[in-house]
């Protein structure tokens, strides 16, 4: 039985958490299904997912913006980082581990790291 259809077919981010599954995508479509399989669809208050990546047990979600990494948890909080000049730069891919640091890679070939208490770092990747 088909449950959910996206034209962001290649992108889109399984993440089980407990009795229920958030399905999330690139155009930032986000489809909440419970254990009963009734789906809730809602959006972000972001044009673009451009990552996302959750912790092992569902309950600290990544999402890779422009310029920044939204940390959704039970509350939502931007790490912003500074950008290079003159050039926009996207978070592409992302990993949460089961301690809650994130690292991020981002299209200007730098890493992002995030520690468990919000301390963002940026390193350039030659």
């Known amino acids: 039985r088909r449950l959910w259809y996206t034209s962001d077919s290649d992108s889109t981010t399984l993440i089980p958490r407990g009795d229920e599954m958030l399905i999330l995508n690139r155009s930032n479509t986000v489809a909440r ?3 009963l399989g009734e789906t809730t669809l ?3 208050d972001v044009t673009v997912l451009h990552a996302r990546a959750a912790s092992p047990d569902g309950k600290r979600i990544a999402l890779g913006l422009r310029g920044s990494i ?6 939502t909080q931007d790490h912003p980082f500074d950008e290079p ?3 926009a730069e996207f978070v592409t891919r992302l990993l949460v581990r089961p301690d809650g640091t994130i690292y991020g890679v981002t299209s200007a070939y730098r890493v992002v790291h995030i520690d468990p208490t919000g301390k963002v770092r940026t390193v350039p990747v030659f």
């Open 33 to 35: 299904v419970n254990a």
């Open 42 to 44: 809602s959006r972000l």
């Open 70 to 75: 939204r940390v959704w948890t039970d509350k």
């Open 85 to 87: 000049p003159g050039e």
